[in-house]
């Protein structure tokens, strides 16, 4: 049976899914595409082996899986595709209800520890399905709302009158002076103790795939224009914002991001972070 490897189906990872698809990267994986916080739950269930996951859903479950080096979804200030969408100013969202999109993990974290660290404030949040091209009801109570992927991406380039618009890769940046790693690659322990080759020759497809994709991004480009809502120049600005490499600072930035998810009582524990030698 080949490895179970999960994939997120989000135009942020499109550079892999170019190559897993039109490039033949995906040789010798059973391949399961899906959302983030799908792919979350089926690492920790153990129904995949080898999967992308939530950099803070990757911390919960930090005793059963380790990282693999150097591959992250990241970006250094403004990231685009993570968005609250808000009736009010941000710092008028004390005790007010906010959604947050039910794909996510890393972000809803990372929002109320901006919420909470930056601006004082202690919303309501409440996780739901939402449609970004029907964000509100006129009379529902929810004050603002978390979109991650394509949905967020969506939004930021198609603003309505009267609504404020944050985005929170920026407003880490902001905070912090950090970039920040949203998602991250894991692998399950057990399955890295058995098989250690195999994990080493996925890595060098799924790093390999990102370099190949980024390398070339017209013909990548050519593969989504058809069936995407954006332009050619919304996306290849995307793909100049959104990094793949995980270095050191990155990696001191995710610590921090744990620490103060820790310590907004977010986060049981600092994760103990292991990263596989390849
Ligand atoms: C930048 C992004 O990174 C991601 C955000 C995630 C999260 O919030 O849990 C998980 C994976 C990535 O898709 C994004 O989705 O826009």
């Known amino acids: 049976m080949h490895p179970r490897v999960g994939h997120i189906n989000f135009l942020n990872c499109l550079p892999l899914t170019y190559s897993l ?7 010798d994986m059973s391949l399961v595409m899906a959302v983030p916080s799908d792919l979350n739950k089926a690492m ?50 004390n005790q007010q209800k906010i959604i947050l999109t039910a794909q996510s993990a890393t972000s809803h974290c990372l929002l109320k520890i901006i919420l ?38 969506y939004v930021n380039h198609n603003h309505q009158a009267g609504l404020y618009y944050y985005d929170i890769g920026e407003q880490w940046k902001k905070m912090t002076g950090l970039p920040m790693v949203y998602a991250v690659w894991a692998v399950n322990r057990n399955f890295y103790r058995e098989h250690k080759a195999e994990v ?14 980024i390398k070339n991004k017209s013909l990548m480009l050519d593969m989504v224009k058809e069936k995407t809502v954006f332009s050619r ?4 600005d995307y793909f100049e914002v959104i990094k793949y490499d995980v270095d050191e600072v990155r990696l001191n930035a995710l610590q921090l991001f744990y620490k103060l998810a820790v310590e907004c009582n977010l986060l049981e524990k600092m994760p103990s972070i292991e990263i596989v030698e390849i």
Do not use: T, W
Request: glycine letters at 6%.
């Open 21 to 27: 698809l039109k490039c033949g990267y995906h040789k």
């Open 233 to 236: 120049n919304q996306l290849m």
């Open 44 to 93: 920790a269930n153990e129904e995949l082996d080898i999967s992308p996951m939530s950099s803070f859903a990757f911390a919960q479950i930090s005793d059963k899986a380790m990282l693999m080096p150097n591959i992250g979804i990241v970006s250094d200030g403004e990231v685009q595709s993570i968005i609250l969408v808000s009736r009010k100013p941000i710092n008028e969202l």
């Open 116 to 153: 909470q660290k930056a601006y004082n404030l202690v919303p309501h949040y409440e996780i739901k399905k939402i449609d970004p091209r029907h964000l509100f009801e006129e009379n529902d109570d929810y004050a603002a709302a978390l979109l991650i992927g394509d949905d967020a991406l």
């Open 200 to 213: 080493a020759a996925i890595y060098k497809r799924l790093r390999g795939g990102f370099d190949n994709g």
